[in-house]
């Protein structure tokens, strides 16, 4: 069974900085890729970044530079560094894990950036 827990969210004020943890179970490092989304009210979700089983990281343009997403498969975790974060990117972030089709998601935390 595939399961995926989020931790890390919280309050915080623009300019500051957050790590969002995720404990990824059930799913191969060597062969899954691993990312984070975001939902805000309104929105769709949308890809926040992504990371493959060979390392290659995809950023979304509102976040490169700021945030980076990085793994330990060696305790099955799922990072994201966010740094000099902004109001917009207040939202709920989702871990994720894909593997040639099905999409396995974690049950949310919530990021609030607000002065």
């Known amino acids: 069974q595939v399961q995926l827990v989020e931790s890390g969210g919280g309050l915080v004020q623009p300019g500051e900085s957050l790590r969002l943890s995720c404990v990824v179970s059930?799913?191969?490092?060597?062969?899954?890729?691993m990312g984070w989304h975001r939902q805000s009210p309104g929105k769709q979700r949308e890809l926040v970044a992504e990371?493959?089983?060979?390392?290659?990281?995809t950023y979304a343009d509102s976040v490169k530079g700021r945030f980076a997403i990085s793994t330990d498969a060696d305790n099955d975790m799922v990072y994201l560094q966010m740094d000099n974060l902004r109001p917009e990117d207040t939202a709920v972030y989702y871990c994720n894990t894909h593997f040639l089709g099905p999409q396995y998601w974690g049950q949310g935390t919530q990021v609030n950036v607000s002065s």
């Open positions: 990371i493959t089983a060979g390392g290659d990281t």
């Open positions: 059930g799913v191969s490092f060597i062969t899954y890729t």
